[in-house]
């Protein structure tokens, strides 16, 4: 069921966008980032292949390979390998880190 594999990913676009806007940082990519992150919270539906690809395209190189391990997951609603855990906690410090209010 689409809408049910989705939700982790979905709730950790929560955790993205808590944090993310517009910033002062010079580094672009994390607010681009941040931004695509926000967006896809806002939005009413459930994202599109396109929406995973965007947010792939997006993500700084420090955290490309967790953002591609996370939506992997989510795409294949298999979430059993440890290393999406860690990816979900190094994606969630990476937003408390280069995201701001």
Same mark, same amino acid.
């Given at each position: ?9 979905? %709730? ?9 806007? *517009?910033? *002062? ?29 965007? %947010? %792939?395209?997006?993500?700084? *190189?420090? %955290? ?13 609603? *298999? ?23």
């Amino acid at each position: 069921m689409k809408g049910i594999r989705l939700v982790p990913f979905v %709730i950790l676009l929560v955790l993205f966008a808590v944090g993310c806007g *517009d910033d *002062d940082s010079s580094d672009s990519s994390a607010s681009d980032y941040c931004d695509l992150s926000a967006e896809l919270d806002a939005s009413e539906t459930e994202p599109t292949a396109e929406d995973f690809e965007a %947010i %792939i395209a997006a993500a700084p *190189d420090e %955290i490309k390979d967790e953002v591609e391990l996370f939506v992997d997951a989510a795409q294949s609603d *298999d979430f059993s390998d440890p290393g999406v855990a860690d990816a979900e906690a190094k994606l969630i410090a990476f937003e408390e880190a280069n995201c701001t209010e």
